[in-house]
T-cell receptor, first 118, second 111 residues
């Protein structure tokens, strides 16, 4: 159990276009989903936290107008990179948490999306 | 915010060797998870261990919360154990489940 699916796994786009990444919890309801960014040979940095039905909470330094997050249902969150530029090229990873006390806030991670902006 | 330090940053082993990875954190935690990131980037949950000791096959982990560190033991290492091992913590208080990751330990196991 606790499978998180992320799609697409790899995307190449032209500068100025927008890219949408989906994160789905397949066998549980995720009250909270998280989006991370990872540069090569570096650790994961939290970008934002999203709760179903409410606005995402962004970490300091993350542009909310650049990285649009929607968490419209208990099994789906999306990250849209708007007007992507080469500096947005990175590995984006989502995670999901059941959020209930018995689940102990354990986060389960998707396989990640590698974004390359030309 | 909470600081997480992992050591060593790099570790090279021969197949069959044992190893210990360490994670120090600067404040009390509600959650501590160990992950293995494979060469394709997938993060695999190894342990949820905010305190105590757990074992799963060749892997075991111990967290001493009062002294703010956790250890991950890998015994009889195999080439498939290669990758990056991350420790991540959720700080106590109102962290709302947010995890802070250490910088990772890059493990390379040679045949």
């Amino acid at each position: 159990g606790a499978v998180v699916s992320q799609h697409p796994s790899w995307v190449i786009c032209k500068s100025g276009t927008s890219v949408k990444i989906e994160c789905r919890s397949l066998d549980f309801q995720a009250t909270t989903m998280f989006w991370y960014r990872q540069f090569p040979k570096q650790s994961l940095m939290l970008m934002a936290t999203s709760n179903e039905g409410s606005k995402a909470t962004y970490e300091q330094g993350v542009e909310k107008d650049k990285f649009l997050i929607n968490h419209a249902s208990l099994t789906l969150s999306t990250l849209t990179v708007t007007s992507a530029h080469p500096e947005d090229s990175s590995f984006y990873i989502c995670s999901a948490s059941r959020g209930d006390v018995s689940a102990k806030n354990i986060q389960y991670f998707g396989a990640g999306t590698r974004l390359s902006v030309l | 915010g909470i600081q997480v330090e992992q050591s060593p940053p790099d570790l090279i082993l021969q197949e069959g060797a044992n190893s210990t990875l360490r994670c120090n954190f600067s404040d009390s935690v509600n959650n501590l998870q160990w992950f293995h990131q494979n060469p394709w980037g997938q993060l695999i949950n190894l342990f949820y261990i905010p305190s105590g000791t757990k074992q799963n096959g060749r892997l075991s982990a111990t967290t001493v919360a009062t002294e703010r560190y956790s250890l991950l033991y890998i015994s009889s290492s195999q080439t498939t154990d290669s990758g990056v091992y991350f420790c991540a913590v959720e700080a106590g208080g109102t962290s709302y489940g947010k995890l802070t990751f250490g910088q990772g330990t890059i493990l390379t196991v040679h045949p």
